[in-house]
């Protein structure tokens, strides 16, 4: 019985001390969660009132969030969805700031909290899962504790993810597989993996779920993982030569396996009801080279004149501020690249960034806003049927994904004293990280009428019905899709920041009117006369025929001319509740 009574206690100490491995990791994770709540406090503070981010894109993925729960919970597939541009609908998967996976996490929290914390939650812990990601993919790659979290850091609060979620990209920001995704093909293409088969059934297993968190991360992802071979194969040729045939093995199992459990999803965006059949969007402006060192107007530290030169600069604020590094933090990066270079990782990650930051630039080089007409790599896939309408500017999330493993390397050197002069360029990457962030970042505040949230609602809307909502919701007025949320999804509507097929096959956004009642709805919005006398019975017949259970009207300018319309068009008064006013249809 002794030698078995010391098999347990081994055993017993070698969990212990796995569980004392790990509570240092989630320890980095605390404090990424912390500093994430302290850039968005004022969401923090007022969860259910304000929204991390700016309007409007961040009140889409709310929608886009209780939407997936509400129609899992009814049993309804969460792929085509009608509670937008109702009754027709529109496939979700198509949808810029729709994210499947993420609106499957969120059920528990939507119950619980309500959709606007949730999406609160939700956009801190992309922050802070990104960078808790990097960091342990980083301890593999680097070794060390120090080097690893200020890598995690680097690229969990990146001017990318800093920017994306001022945006409300929320589905752009949740990088938590980006570095494991990464980790494995590095694996497979060195060697280092224990079994080719069970990393490629991982591999695609991740690929699965990041093409239900983001389709666009995705064929990036893809595109970052050739570049990284590539990369390996000129910095390690023996070991991939060597290697060659367990990454096929590997890449082999990962296309099964990401076939096999993405053929639903892939079915409905490739084949399904509301799916584009020609070109999607027009082509994003590319990243600026001016970009990686100019702080634009989202830079909250830069000098004023600087920022408003800048907005010049960049048209599209968004996406090209995503790529700001900073003269200091750039020049920190490229020294020590040049004083690691013996290392492969660091070869590897410079060389891999800088490929990513060329392909970022587009087709043509772009300096201060101004095509100069020189050629770029990217202009070789330009014309080929996908690709040429990649958002290239957003590849600059893996440039700070190897600028994190160059500093993380830097600082596990200048940690170890292995590095002259280690505490200059400590403080000199510090003042780069100071300069890098906005602080804090913008919260959106969001009043809500009262019905939306108050007992009385089921009395007033019919659940499950469609209800025609002034302000007409569309990209320029997206309040009704908060109101909507509030209700957990309680009625569709016609309209919504949406983007459906045209009759030339081609995806545009719904801006406009989609029937004769919305272009009405929209003209009183914007102070017009009303239809005439003579329009009302076809007005009328189209609410008939969506099957309408209801008209809501609420706070909107015009608000009263609307009012009046709607009460002599429909003969009937409406009835005042919580700040809204709704007329009753039909038998509902």
């Known amino acids: 019985?002794?030698?078995?009574?010391?098999?347990?206690?081994?055993?017993?100490?070698?969990?212990?001390?796995?569980?004392?491995?790990?509570?240092?990791?989630?320890?980095?994770?605390?404090?990424?969660?912390?500093?994430?709540?302290?850039?968005?406090?004022?969401?923090?503070?007022?969860?259910?009132?304000?929204?991390?981010?700016?309007?409007?894109d961040s009140l889409v993925a709310v929608s886009y969030l209780q939407s997936t729960g509400v129609a899992l919970l009814h049993g309804h597939?969460?792929?085509?969805?009608?509670?937008?541009?109702?009754?027709?609908g529109v496939n979700a998967l198509w949808q810029p700031s729709s994210s499947i996976a993420l609106g499957v996490a969120a059920i528990p929290f939507e119950l619980l909290i309500g959709p606007i914390a949730t999406y609160n939650l939700f956009a801190i812990m992309a922050v802070a899962l990104s960078g808790w990601s990097a960091y342990l993919v980083l301890r593999r790659w680097v070794g060390g504790q120090?080097?690893?979290?200020?890598?995690?850091?680097?690229?969990?609060?990146?001017?990318?993810?800093?920017?994306?979620?001022?945006?409300?990209?929320?589905?752009?920001t949740f990088l938590a597989l980006v570095p494991p995704v990464l980790a494995i093909i590095v694996s497979l293409a060195l060697g280092h993996a224990r079994s080719p088969w069970r990393s490629g059934v991982a591999l695609g297993v991740l690929l699965v779920v990041q093409l239900l968190i983001n389709q666009e991360i995705l064929s990036d992802l893809v595109i970052a993982g050739l570049v990284v071979t590539a990369t390996l194969a000129i910095v390690c040729r023996q070991q991939v030569v060597v290697a060659l045939p367990r990454l096929a093995v590997g890449v082999a199992v990962a296309a099964v396996s990401f076939l096999a459990l993405g053929a639903w999803p892939l079915w409905t965006a490739l084949f399904g009801s509301l799916r584009p059949t020609n070109p999607i969007i027009a082509p994003s402006i590319p990243t600026d080279l001016l970009s990686f060192v100019s702080p634009t107007p989202l830079i909250s530290l830069a000098p004023q004149w600087l920022r408003t030169i800048d907005a010049g600069w960049f048209p599209d604020g968004v996406d090209q501020s995503s790529a700001y590094i900073g003269i200091v933090l750039l020049g920190v990066t490229v020294a020590a690249a040049i004083a690691l270079r013996r290392q492969p990782v660091v070869r590897v990650a410079s060389l891999g960034a800088v490929i990513m930051a060329i392909l970022s630039l587009g087709p043509n080089l772009r300096v201060a806003n101004h095509l100069t007409g020189i050629p770029l790599p990217w202009a070789v896939f330009d014309h080929l049927p996908l690709l040429r309408f990649a958002v290239t500017d957003r590849f600059v999330v893996f440039t700070w994904l190897g600028v994190a493993v160059v500093l993380a390397a830097f600082v596990r050197a200048a940690t170890e004293a292995r590095l002259r002069g280690r505490l200059l360029w400590l403080v000199a990457l510090v003042t780069g990280l100071v300069l890098l962030t906005p602080f804090p970042l913008t919260t959106t505040s969001l009043p809500t009428p009262s019905i939306f949230t108050d007992p009385?609602?089921?009395?007033?809307?019919?659940?499950?019905?469609?209800?025609?909502?002034?302000?007409?919701?569309?990209?320029?007025?997206?309040?009704?899709?908060?109101?909507?949320?509030?209700?957990?999804?309680r009625f569709s509507m016609p309209g919504g920041y949406v983007l459906v097929p045209t009759r030339s096959g081609a995806l545009a956004s719904t801006t406009g009117a989609v029937d004769d009642l919305s272009q009405s709805l929209l003209d009183l919005q914007a102070g017009?006369?009303?239809?005439?006398?003579?329009?009302?019975?076809?007005?009328?017949?189209?609410?008939?025929?969506?099957?309408?259970?209801?008209?809501l009207v609420g706070p909107m300018d015009h608000e009263r001319a609307v009012r009046e319309f709607l009460t002599m068009m429909l003969a009937s008064p409406p009835r005042p509740i919580g700040g809204v006013y709704v007329w009753r249809l039909g038998r509902h």
Not at 77 to 88: E, K, M, R
Not at 528 to 551: F, Q
Request: proline content about 9%; glycine content about 8%.
């Open 528 to 551: 017009r006369s009303p239809p005439p006398r003579i329009e009302w019975p076809t007005l009328r017949a189209e609410l008939a025929s969506d099957r309408a259970a209801a008209v």
């Open 456 to 489: 009385s609602l089921t009395k007033a809307l019919p659940s499950g019905g469609l209800v025609y909502v002034a302000p007409f919701p569309r990209a320029e007025n997206v309040a009704p899709l908060q109101w909507q949320a509030e209700t957990r999804m």
């Open 146 to 172: 120090t080097g690893p979290i200020v890598g995690g850091l680097v690229f969990g609060f990146s001017s990318y993810m800093m920017v994306q979620t001022i945006a409300g990209h929320l589905d752009l």
């Open 1 to 56: 019985m002794e030698p078995q009574r010391d098999d347990r206690g081994r055993e017993g100490h070698r969990h212990g001390r796995h569980i004392a491995d790990r509570l240092p990791s989630l320890g980095v994770l605390l404090c990424y969660a912390c500093l994430a709540v302290a850039l968005c406090h004022k969401a923090v503070v007022h969860p259910a009132s304000h929204l991390v981010g700016s309007c409007c």
């Open 77 to 88: 597939q969460p792929f085509i969805t009608a509670y937008l541009n109702a009754p027709v």
